[in-house]
């Protein structure tokens, strides 16, 4: 999202709101796949030399386990707060920031539970239901 700066009065917090297609972000790897479009919501709030962006971000997604493979559905629910220099600048683009975000948010290896077994090493069956 560009934050034009001209839009914005000084010190009154805006709403804003936006969808993205996470393919368009790469959010997606291996083992995370949105089922929804991301949502973010939050308000602007420029001052004389910075700009508060607050909100959260809101999807569903399918996790799938490093150990059994399966889908596990979830909830995206990720508050942010960013502040950006604004001096010289007429638009922000927030873009980069809430993807890094979620990109964080995502664990290194995805497991379905702390016990999980895994698939069977010689016939592959998934150890949690057989």
Do not use: W
């Not at 949105?34 to 700009?51: A, H, N, Q």
């Not at 150990?67 to 707060?81: G, I, M, N, P, W």
């Not at 007429?90 to 995502?106: M, N, Q």
Request: glycine share 6%.
């Amino acid at each position: 999202m560009k934050i034009h700066l001209h839009d914005y009065k000084l010190g009154v917090p805006t709403t804003v709101s936006q969808e993205y297609d996470p393919k368009h972000l790469e959010l997606e790897f291996v083992d995370l796949k949105y089922s929804r479009p991301l949502s973010m919501r939050g308000t602007v709030e420029k001052g004389f030399d910075t700009l508060a962006f607050r909100g959260t971000l809101r999807s569903e997604v399918d996790h799938i386990c490093g150990r059994c493979l399966t889908a596990v559905k979830d909830h995206v629910d990720q508050t942010f707060e960013f502040f950006y220099e604004i001096k010289g600048n007429e638009e922000i683009e927030t873009l980069p920031d809430i993807r890094e975000v979620l990109i964080l948010d995502h664990p290194i290896s995805f497991i379905c539970r702390k016990d999980c077994p895994g698939l069977c090493p010689k016939c592959g069956i998934n150890l949690n239901q057989s």
